[in-house]
């Protein structure tokens, strides 16, 4: 399964730990630098993060002077101030989460637009917005700041942009950036200096007394934090849970499925049914050696990266010093194809001039330049390594190629079990990602691929360990047990729904009058991939689960998917959801299957609700904004 998106309101601790570190005033940190453009990002997954570093980064050559900023660590009340600023420019990287939401790190600038009135007169603003149009509420964060920075009195300098993680983010980007420029450079009267040449942001710096107990070998915060565990966990600290099952749940058929149970007694890690699980994997040690081979590095090194911009709050790209191999194998993305910045920069190392010509014209606007970047790069889904194999006269230096890498991220997983019936174990349910590229290679799904491959007890008796924490959902039961349910999740998007189900029977359990619990379960085939088939034929005995259907699409001529199943039902379930107040949950894939549902049950409410297509699309959405009708879904 992908990673999931439905965004936590209740922020932890964290919050209250940033106010302590929060920098006084970003805007006296740009006069002091002398500064006159700030990046600002919220982001979940980086994304967004790496679009704001090029933004600053940039600036200079365009005649401006950037910094990056992380709105979580500044005071964003003080954006009136810009104006103080002789041509002065906020610019917003926003990334949109969940169902509409603000990434976890933009949440207090959000509360603050939507709370104050401050006069932004004299503060020019720009706004790149990153989404996904499988999701209802494409780039809404993007479109509010936008909107909100104007009618509190800013001057947009460019158009907002709108970026589409479900084409091509970085062509839109891309797209967007080379039109932005030109209009900074009118709006300030700039000049572009013309100098494409690579400007490096952070210097390489190999320490020559080392000592090796001060040296990172994969933490995501405090040295040694894997050594001494210490709560609270979180992204910063993630506890090493032990792996205590891990098994195939199918039967045949060329997928892998698996359920992983991590055990997390004595962390003090609570979770509710429906959260997340994030899991920081590793890559894959194979792909990391032939990396050092080909650019002949020895991986063992220690080194230091060091922002250049001692004023940058961000003082190295990872956790330093670190070895080349720490690096590539914990805390860089290897695996996913490259951005174009990328390859703009790896162009000067390339000896063939033909060579560099290909790689900074993928990285160009042009028609020409975008069409070879989808074909060469992403359609063929070649990573780093399938570049630099492909490609034999490029040979960057592996600090420069390590300085570019973004950051690997963690995967989230919809846990698979309830806290208050396992509150000492957290259970996954994944398909490993496996498939042939065009050029003949493999591509393997970082997560998956590396927690499929974690045996309980290893043959020298050690016990496996993921690094994890757990992100609080939206996606709940109903907070009365007598509300009916109905859980629609196609393959691994059972996952949440295994969580519910428990939760539920334990209700039954306390006596509790349990409203009707109904399932639509979609798979392959009822001989191959029928997850969970004994516990969920055990609920059903129990009387737990009112009703299993199975839409098992490919055992019969025709598909039959889990709206076709929900359209037969379509009597009860409209009384279900009109008079008895029913709660529906939706899993699984973003692209298809929850647009498919969704369209469903607009039918439902035009063919026995007798609305029109108008009033049934309303009614549905009124259903979204009461918490009746949840999605937790991926693209």
Same mark, same amino acid.
């Given at each position: 399964?992908?990673?999931?998106?439905?965004?936590?309101?209740?922020?932890?601790?964290?919050?209250a730990?940033?106010?302590?570190q929060?920098?006084?005033?970003?805007?006296?940190?740009?006069?002091?630098?002398?500064r006159?453009?700030?990046?600002?990002?919220?982001?979940?997954?980086?994304?967004a993060?790496?679009?704001?570093?090029?933004?600053?980064?940039?600036?200079?050559?365009?005649g401006?002077?950037?910094?990056?900023?992380?709105?979580?660590?500044y005071?964003?009340?003080? *954006?009136?101030r810009?104006?103080?600023i002789d041509?002065?420019?906020?610019?917003?990287?926003?990334?949109? $989460?969940?169902?509409?939401?603000?990434?976890?790190?933009?949440?207090?600038? $959000?509360? %603050?637009?939507?709370? +104050?009135?401050?006069?932004?007169?004299g503060?020019?603003?720009?706004?790149?917005?990153?989404?996904?149009?499988?999701?209802e509420h494409?780039n809404?964060?993007?479109?509010?700041?936008?909107?909100?920075?104007e009618?509190?009195?800013?001057?947009?300098?460019y158009?907002?942009?709108?970026?589409?993680?479900?084409?091509?983010?970085e062509?839109?980007?891309?797209? %967007?950036?080379?039109?932005?420029?030109?209009?900074?450079?009118?709006?300030?009267?700039?000049?572009?200096?013309?100098?494409?040449?690579s400007i490096?942001?952070?210097e390489?710096?190999?320490?020559?007394?080392?000592?090796?107990?001060k040296? =990172?070998?994969?933490?995501?915060?405090?040295l040694?934090?894997?050594?001494?565990q210490?709560?609270?966990?979180?992204?910063?600290?993630?506890?090493?849970?032990?792996?205590a099952?891990?098994?195939?749940?199918?039967?045949?058929?060329?997928r892998?499925?698996?359920h992983?149970?991590?055990d997390i007694?004595?962390?003090?890690i609570?979770?509710?049914?429906g959260?997340?699980?994030?899991?920081?994997?590793?890559?894959d040690?194979?792909?990391?050696n032939?990396?050092?081979?080909?650019?002949?590095?020895?991986?063992?090194?220690?080194?230091?990266?060091? #922002?250049?911009?001692?004023?940058? +709050?961000?003082?190295?790209?990872?956790?330093?010093?670190?070895?080349?191999?720490?690096?590539?194998?914990h805390?860089?993305d290897?695996?996913?194809p490259?951005?174009t910045?990328?390859l703009f920069?790896?162009?000067?190392?390339?000896?063939?001039?033909?060579d560099?010509?290909?790689?900074?014209?993928?990285?160009?606007?042009?028609?020409?330049?975008?069409?070879?970047y989808?074909? %060469?790069?992403l359609d063929?889904q070649?990573?780093?390594l399938?570049v630099?194999?492909?490609?034999?006269?490029?040979?960057?230096?592996i600090?420069?190629l390590?300085?570019?890498?973004?950051?690997?991220?963690?995967?989230?997983?919809?846990?698979?079990?309830?806290?208050?019936?396992?509150?000492?174990?957290?259970?996954?349910?994944?398909?490993?990602?496996?498939?042939q590229?065009?050029?003949?290679?493999?591509?393997?799904?970082?997560?998956? #691929?590396?927690?499929k491959?974690?045996v309980?007890?290893?043959?020298?008796g050690?016990?496996?360990?993921?690094?994890m924490?757990?992100?609080?959902?939206?996606?709940?039961?109903?907070?009365?047990?007598?509300?009916?349910?109905?859980?629609?999740?196609?393959?691994t998007?059972?996952?949440?729904?295994?969580?519910f189900l428990?939760?539920?029977? %334990?209700?039954?359990?306390?006596g509790?009058?349990?409203?009707e619990?109904?399932?639509?379960?979609?798979?392959?085939?009822?001989n191959?991939d029928f997850?969970?088939q004994?516990?969920l034929?055990?609920f059903?005995?129990?009387?737990?689960?009112?009703?299993?259907?199975?839409?098992?699409s490919?055992?019969q001529?025709?598909?039959?998917?889990?709206?076709? *199943?929900l359209?037969?039902?379509?009597?009860?379930?409209?009384?279900?959801?009109?008079?008895? +107040?029913a709660? *529906?949950?939706?899993?699984?894939d973003?692209?298809?299957m929850?647009?498919?549902?969704?369209?469903?049950?607009?039918?439902i409410?035009?063919?026995v609700?007798?609305?029109?297509?108008?009033?049934?699309?309303? =009614?549905?959405?009124?259903?979204?904004?009461?918490?009746? =009708?949840s999605?937790d879904?991926?693209s």
């Open positions: 399964m992908g990673c999931v998106f439905s965004l936590p309101k209740e922020r932890q601790a964290a919050a730990r940033v106010t302590l929060r920098e006084t005033s970003f805007i006296e940190k740009m006069k002091k630098t002398n006159n453009m700030v990046v600002f990002y919220g982001s979940q997954t980086g994304t993060e790496e679009f704001c570093g090029r933004l600053s980064k940039d600036a200079q050559r365009y401006m002077r950037g910094m990056s900023a992380d709105p979580e660590e005071d964003m009340s003080e *954006l009136p810009l104006a103080e041509n002065s420019l906020a610019v917003f990287c926003m990334a949109t $989460y969940g169902e509409g939401d603000p990434t976890d790190n933009a949440q207090d600038f $959000y509360d %603050w637009m939507q709370e +104050n009135d401050e006069d932004l007169k503060v020019n603003f720009a706004v790149f917005g990153l989404g996904n149009k499988t999701y494409f809404a964060m993007g479109k509010y700041t936008d909107k909100r920075l009618e509190l009195g800013g001057k947009r300098i158009d907002l942009g709108m970026g589409d993680d479900d084409g091509n983010l062509e839109d980007f891309v797209s %967007w950036k080379e039109q932005f420029w030109p209009a900074v450079c009118e709006h300030f009267g700039v000049e572009a200096t013309g100098d494409d040449t490096r942001q952070y390489l710096v190999v320490p020559t007394d080392i000592n090796m107990n040296v =990172y070998t994969g933490e995501m915060g405090r040694k934090s894997f050594e001494t210490k709560p609270p966990f979180d992204a910063k600290n993630p506890y090493l849970a032990t792996v099952v891990n098994r195939q749940l199918n039967q045949s058929g060329d892998h499925l698996m992983i149970e991590l007694s004595g962390s003090k609570r979770y509710d049914s959260d997340h699980v994030a899991v920081y994997p590793v890559n040690v194979s792909i990391v032939r990396i050092g081979q080909i650019l002949d590095a020895d991986l063992d090194t220690v080194i230091s990266l060091n #922002n250049l911009d001692e004023e940058s +709050n961000k003082k190295h790209p990872f956790p330093c010093p670190t070895t080349y191999r720490t690096a590539l194998t805390y860089l290897i695996t996913n490259p951005r910045n990328v920069e790896l162009a000067q190392y390339a000896t063939d001039p033909k560099q010509d290909t790689l900074r014209k993928m990285a160009s606007a042009s028609p020409e330049g975008k069409g070879l989808q074909s %060469w790069v063929a070649r990573n780093i399938a630099l194999e492909d490609m034999p006269s490029l040979h960057p230096t600090d420069h390590c300085e570019l890498l973004p950051r690997l991220q963690a995967r989230y997983y919809s846990i698979a079990s309830s806290g208050k019936v396992y509150p000492t174990m957290v259970s996954i349910c994944a398909v490993v990602v496996e498939f590229t065009s050029t003949g290679r493999t591509f393997n799904g970082v997560a998956t #691929n590396w927690l491959n974690k309980v007890v290893t043959d020298n050690h016990k496996a360990t993921v690094p924490y757990v992100r609080k959902s939206q996606f709940r039961l109903p907070f009365k047990a007598s509300n009916p349910v109905v859980m629609i999740g196609p393959g998007g059972i996952a949440p729904f295994m969580g428990q939760e539920r029977g %334990w209700m039954k359990e306390q509790k009058d349990v409203g619990t109904i399932l639509y379960f979609g798979c392959r085939r009822r191959e997850l969970y004994q516990e034929e055990e059903e005995k129990a009387g737990v689960l009112t009703q299993l259907n199975v839409a098992f490919r055992d001529e025709g598909k039959v998917y889990v709206q076709h *199943l359209k037969k039902n379509k009597e009860h379930l409209w009384k279900l959801i009109h008079t008895d +107040n709660h *529906l949950y939706i899993c699984g973003a692209r298809n929850a647009r498919d549902v969704q369209n469903t049950f607009y039918d409410a035009e063919e609700g007798g609305l029109t297509h108008t009033q049934a699309v309303a =009614y549905i959405k009124k259903l979204m904004t009461k918490g009746r =009708y999605l879904v991926w």
